[in-house]
């Protein structure tokens, strides 16, 4: 749709939003099913018994204008809504896919600002149409995804797939049980950023959760605890200057990270910032995978939805790392 991207998406790619900031986040299975566990920060958008969905069927308006009546009367909206996020049952569903697609497209629609029939609920519960209604909160919900809103998300794995990898972040979690999450760039490689405080128990404690054995941080990082770690310290300036030889470094973390590969657990990197970061991680994908630094470079920015500065990741050096034939296209089996 024109004005408004439409993709499909893993769990990884929700997990690493992050979802502490709160995304429209819209589940469409049933209120009992939402009721029993949904994804951090979710609303409920449940869509008609699946045996009579219909693209073009009123009901599905209906369900729309309340859930967007919902939102801005009780000031659910949340801060961010690019990406919105829209999940539902698995993808074997049919019909379940049917009605998520619909939502999407609907969604662009209103981002589009197309000239469009407004449905207006009525106390019946019925649906009428009304040309002249521009005060409603359909009005009020779609101004909000024209000005802030790029993307919408399908999660068309479903619900179970999302819980079966972050359970802590399913159930009946609330937002207020939520803390700064680093970004999964791989299965089992992690990319911390100036969010997530090693130093405080509360996020430490998130390492374990996530299966993380290893982590590599900037010489003057302070842990809150090193029990079950293994810690690579590493001396990285924390400025713009990016003249200092990283060499040791690279290489310490390249023999780190395979350590922790090898033995099938997941490895941190959380060298001060977010890019800094990136720069290890792009340094292990050149050295093991065999890209080209500006491949490496794609394959880490593809999983991370918030920027990774370009002059903070040791570009320079990396290019000079660059091995002989290296692959310079991301592979479809990267992470």
Not at 40 to 61: H, I, K, M, R
Request: charged share 20%.
């Amino acid at each position: 749709m024109v004005g408004l991207r439409i993709t499909s998406v893993d769990p990884d790619d929700v997990f690493n939003l992050p979802l502490f900031e709160h995304h429209l986040v819209i589940d469409t299975r049933s209120a009992e099913e939402f009721a029993a566990g949904h994804i951090a920060t979710a609303v409920s958008l449940p869509g008609p018994p699946l045996d009579q969905f219909s693209a073009c069927d009123e009901a599905n308006e209906v369900l729309l204008v309340s859930f967007a009546a919902q939102l801005v009367e009780e000031g659910l909206q949340p801060e961010n809504i690019s990406p919105a996020i829209v999940y539902g049952d698995s993808v074997e569903d049919g019909n379940a896919q049917r009605f998520m697609r619909w939502l999407a497209e609907r969604l662009a629609k209103l981002k589009d600002n197309r000239p469009f029939q407004l449905a207006t609920l009525q106390p019946s519960g019925s649906c009428s149409v009304d040309d002249g209604n521009r005060d409603g909160p359909l009005v009020s919900f779609s101004n909000r995804l024209r000005d802030h809103t790029e993307d919408v998300w399908l999660l068309t794995s479903g619900y179970e797939s999302f819980r079966e990898r972050y359970p802590f972040l399913s159930g009946l979690v609330t937002f207020e049980d939520l803390v700064p999450m680093p970004h999964r760039i791989t299965s089992s490689i992690f990319m911390g950023s100036r969010p997530f405080k090693l130093t405080l128990a509360e996020d430490a404690s998130w390492l374990h959760k996530l299966g993380i054995t290893h982590v590599i941080v900037n010489s003057q990082q302070q842990l809150s605890s090193q029990d079950n770690l293994a810690v690579l310290r590493c001396e990285v300036p924390d400025s713009d200057d990016s003249e200092g030889d990283m060499t040791t470094c690279f290489d310490a973390a390249i023999q780190c990270m395979s350590e922790a590969l090898g033995q099938g657990t997941c490895v941190l990197v959380q060298v001060h910032g977010r890019s800094r970061s990136a720069g290890i991680i792009i340094a292990w994908l050149m050295q093991v995978r065999r890209l080209t630094f500006a491949a490496a470079f794609d394959a880490v920015t593809s999983r991370c939805w918030k920027r990774i500065d370009p002059t903070l990741v040791y570009a320079d050096q990396l290019r000079r790392r660059q091995l002989p034939q290296a692959i310079d296209c991301v592979p479809a089996d990267w992470k």
